[in-house]
């Protein structure tokens, strides 16, 4: 018989440029907050419409240049480390700033002259006057001494490049205060993703430690209940046999029917208790009886599904099959405060007395009190106690505590 191989699903390949909402979102914000510094200087003056138009095509320039210092992080350094990324960040920064004073440079010709003139007082006694690309003294026995200054392009070349790195430099921060700002959120969503990817895998690892330890309770549970129930067929009883039958259909369906992950309530962990007692109870018609007490309140409280289980059928195993008087099997339940709940299992002769009643015990088959130990600390961590012992009056109790938790997990 050939078994299929199971494919496993090939992980979508994350594109370099997924996260272009958030570059676009960070450039357009870093941009207007320079728009609004600027809006603010403009408004300040007496020409402000004039120094916004100018100030309107360096910041469009910037926004492209921003734009591409983006394409080359993620285009270069997709998958790689940050340290790379910082790397190529800066290295696009230093590009961008040098790109940008030059263009600012070569745009002076483009640029409106602002209409909005300086006027201050000199050391000499003159008053100067600034506008535009002119300086005018105005001196009281002479008519005024108008300057004006050589635009950029008339200047020499090593004028206009020093000029341009000045410019340079200026926008070099801005470039590495955004690169900073990306940087760190690429950090912060690796990290993140990372943290992620740990609680699922742990998550993971805790589910199927509960499931291994679920999948140990059916075998273990089913030889003892078939060994019962050839017991009362060797012996005859046959309509008990037929009874204990029924009811193991009845259990059987509904356990299997569970995630082995999954949580029940408390009161359908108690109805499965039930089904299993009565199978028990056609066995031991004479020797057996339950007590059960679940508050309300506690019904819809979950727990790991079998989770008595083991200990029903220690308390059976070593009070009930070893005793030749009749026990009594109380299951009870109380909180103890409004996020804890305490739940007890017990054996004890039902008319008292010590004598003839063996301790318990979760040696042999490396199951019971351990299983359900295992289980608590693998659901609830520290949470969740669990304690067992003899009873000072004669008989064996089990005490398990764990937080009361009435939503159904995902």
């Not at 676009?24 to 403009?42: N, P």
């Not at 209409?115 to 105005?138: L, P, S, Y």
């Not at 007395?353 to 015990?361: F, M, Q, V």
């Amino acid at each position: 018989m050939t078994v299929p191989m199971l494919m496993m699903p090939h992980p979508i390949a994350k594109s370099r440029f997924a996260d272009w909402p958030f570059a676009i979102k960070s450039i357009l914000g870093f941009w207007t907050f320079y728009a609004l510094t600027v809006a603010v200087r403009a408004f300040l003056g007496a020409d402000p419409w004039t120094m916004l138009e100018n100030k309107l095509m360096v910041i469009g320039i910037g926004v492209l240049i921003t734009g591409l210092m983006y394409l080359a992080i993620s285009a270069f350094g997709a998958g790689s480390t940050i340290r790379r990324k910082a790397i190529i960040a800066g290295v696009s920064a230093t590009i961008g700033s040098i790109v940008m004073g030059t263009a600012v440079v070569a745009m002076e010709d483009w640029m409106h002259e602002s209409k909005e003139e300086f006027r201050f007082q000199a050391r000499e006694g003159f008053t100067v006057v600034e506008q535009g690309n002119q300086i005018r003294i105005e001196r009281t026995a002479s008519e005024p001494l108008v300057l004006t200054m050589p635009k950029v392009h008339e200047l020499d070349l090593m004028k206009r490049v020093r000029y341009a790195l000045d410019a340079s430099i200026t926008w070099l921060f801005f470039y590495i205060g955004w690169s900073a700002f990306y940087i760190a959120n690429q950090a912060q969503a690796e990290v993140l993703g990372t943290q992620r990817r740990l609680a699922v895998a742990e998550s993971a690892a805790q589910a199927a430690q509960v499931r291994a330890l679920r999948y140990q309770v059916n075998p273990h549970f089913l030889f003892n209940t078939l060994n019962s129930l050839s017991s009362l067929v060797m012996t005859g009883r046959s309509d008990r046999a037929e009874n204990m039958l029924l009811a193991l259909s009845t259990f059987f369906r509904t356990s299997l029917s569970l995630d082995p992950s999954a949580d029940v309530s408390l009161a359908e962990e108690i109805d499965l208790q039930r089904l299993y007692l009565d199978i028990e109870m056609a066995r031991f018609p004479d020797r057996l009886t339950v007590e059960i007490d679940v508050p309300a309140e506690l019904e819809q409280a979950r727990l790991p599904a079998l989770l008595l289980q083991p200990i029903v059928e220690n308390a059976i195993k070593y009070g009930v099959s070893k005793s030749r008087k009749a026990v009594a099997i109380q299951i009870e339940a109380r909180p103890l405060d409004n996020q804890r709940m305490l739940l007890e299992i017990s054996n004890r002769l039902k008319h008292g007395g010590k004598d003839e009643l063996p301790a318990a015990t979760h040696e042999g088959t490396g199951l019971g009190l351990a299983n359900v130990c295992q289980r608590l600390e693998a659901r609830w961590g520290t949470r969740a106690s669990c304690r067992y012992g003899p009873m000072t009056g004669g008989g064996y109790k089990v005490s398990l505590t764990m937080p009361v938790e009435t939503n159904v997990r995902d």
